[in-house]
């Protein structure tokens, strides 16, 4: 079966210092996966996806099929991040499902 | 429009009652989707639409009721409910279902049900 694990549901940073938000999956299929981020007062909203390899805000994110992990990485947070974010599979077999991981909430203090 | 739409922000109902969620976009998507949000918790698919057709029912009880007039429409149709499905349900759009890679859904602001 699909998982998807985020095993912090807070991170605090001071602003300026670097940030990883972890995930790791469980699929037996091939994997797609997206970063989602929701801002206080804003919709749900895709940050990337590893397929673009694209950095968004800052962000990047790396798919390590070995370890079974797409972990969000920001060199330098910034106040404006502060956010919730989840990581999410795509079971692209089976209609465009999304399974989302339980989400991390990212404080970032100045 | 590149945005999707959903009213009522805020719905307040007895568990007698009869109400329906509604949602709109108007960006030519084809997929359609209803995601129902606990407090604190992550989004959990309920049903998914494609070409206007259900494609995909999560175990949804039928208190639950979905329905896609067209392909820029997708209502939630709600009777007797229960306290328990107290939650904010979201709605969500993309170009399609099938293929790869999978196309982004586009969420939108949700609805905040209360059911008392």
């Known amino acids: 079966a699909q998982r998807v694990t985020q095993p912090e549901k807070l991170l605090s940073v001071f602003k300026g210092a670097p940030v990883e938000l972890k995930c790791n999956y469980s699929?037996?299929?091939?994997?797609?996966l997206f970063w989602y981020v929701q801002y206080s007062r804003q919709r749900l909203q895709l940050l990337l996806r590893h397929i673009s390899r694209e950095s968004i805000k800052g962000f990047t994110a790396d798919l390590n099929k070995g370890e079974t992990s797409f972990h969000l990485k920001k060199p330098f947070a910034q106040e404006e991040d502060s956010a919730m974010y989840y990581c999410?599979?795509?079971?692209?077999?089976?209609?465009?499902?999304?399974?989302f991981g339980g989400g991390t909430r990212l404080m970032v203090k100045p | 429009d590149t945005e999707v739409t959903q009213t009522p922000k805020h719905l307040v109902m007895g568990m007698t009652n009869k109400k329906s969620l509604k949602c709109e976009q108007h960006?030519?998507?084809?997929?359609m989707y209803w995601y129902k949000q606990k407090a604190k918790k992550p989004p959990e698919l309920m049903f998914v639409?494609?070409?206007?057709?259900?494609?995909i029912n999560e175990s949804v009880p039928s208190r639950f009721s979905p329905e896609c007039p067209n392909s820029s429409l997708l209502n939630l149709h709600l009777h007797a409910l229960q306290p328990e499905d107290s939650a904010l349900y979201l709605c969500?759009?993309?170009?399609?279902?099938?293929?790869?890679?999978?196309?982004?859904?586009?969420f939108g602001p949700g609805t905040r049900l209360t059911v008392l």
């Open positions: 969500a759009s993309s170009q399609e279902v099938t293929g790869l890679p999978t196309d982004t859904q586009y």
């Open positions: 960006m030519g998507h084809r997929a």
């Open positions: 639409y494609s070409y206007e057709k259900l494609s």
């Open positions: 999410a599979l795509a079971h692209n077999n089976a209609g465009n499902m999304l399974t």
């Open positions: 699929y037996s299929g091939s994997p797609e």
